[in-house]
């Protein structure tokens, strides 16, 4: 960390063992993302109850063009009125947002394919299947089942489709099929 870590207390006596869990928390951040600027960390109790003080630990993380903040709401969770689960779920949820940080800029965030396009090359009524042919040529079954929001039985070779296609025991397989319109998909 290029600042050193702020710790505050509030509506409570400092405490030396809560914020050594959280120091060691707090150092480990930077194994999940190495440019951390600055880390602030507020504990606050915020009334007590029959359980005992409720406490709420909120975490702010500066990063190069970003601040992350970490919260829980502690209303009803009996289990912050334990301090250092309300510090360990506060961290975890920290932890988990630089990870996510970290894959979007690396590039490791899934992308989502795009569906493949074809048209009804043959249908099978009896069978309830057919075969679509895909715009690189390629040969995709799909079932009955597999249609959304048309009828089987009212389809026709050459309907332009959207297929979201998988691999099946037998080859590729379309695990959607949507008919396309003119300029979107439409219900047959």
């Known amino acids: 960390m290029k600042l050193p870590l702020q710790v505050t ?3 409570m006596e400092r405490s030396e063992a809560a914020e050594s869990v959280i120091r060691d928390h707090a150092g480990s951040l930077e194994t999940y993302y190495p440019n951390i600027i600055s ?3 507020v504990v606050e109790s915020l009334h007590h109850d029959h359980r005992g003080h409720q406490f709420q630990v909120r975490i702010d993380v500066t990063i190069p063009g970003r601040e992350l903040v ?5 209303e009803g969770h009996h289990t912050y009125t334990d301090i250092n689960v309300a510090i360990r779920d506060s961290f975890d949820a920290m932890r ?3 990870t996510e940080f970290a894959s979007q800029q690396q590039g490791k965030v899934k992308a989502h394919e795009s569906p493949s396009h074809g048209k009804i090359f043959e249908l099978e009524p009896n069978g309830d299947y057919g075969r679509i042919q895909t715009s690189d040529g390629k040969l995709v079954y799909f079932h009955r089942n597999s249609l959304i ?6 389809l026709a070779v050459g309907a332009e489709v959207r297929i979201s296609e998988e691999m099946g025991e037998k080859g590729p397989q379309a695990s959607t099929v949507h008919i396309v319109g003119k300029h979107h998909i439409v219900d047959l």
Do not use: I, N
């Open 96 to 98: 988990r947002q630089l």
């Open 39 to 41: 880390c602030r960390v």
């Open 149 to 154: 929001g048309a009828d089987f039985d009212k």
């Open 9 to 11: 207390f509030r509506h």
């Open 70 to 74: 970490a919260s829980h709401e502690t």
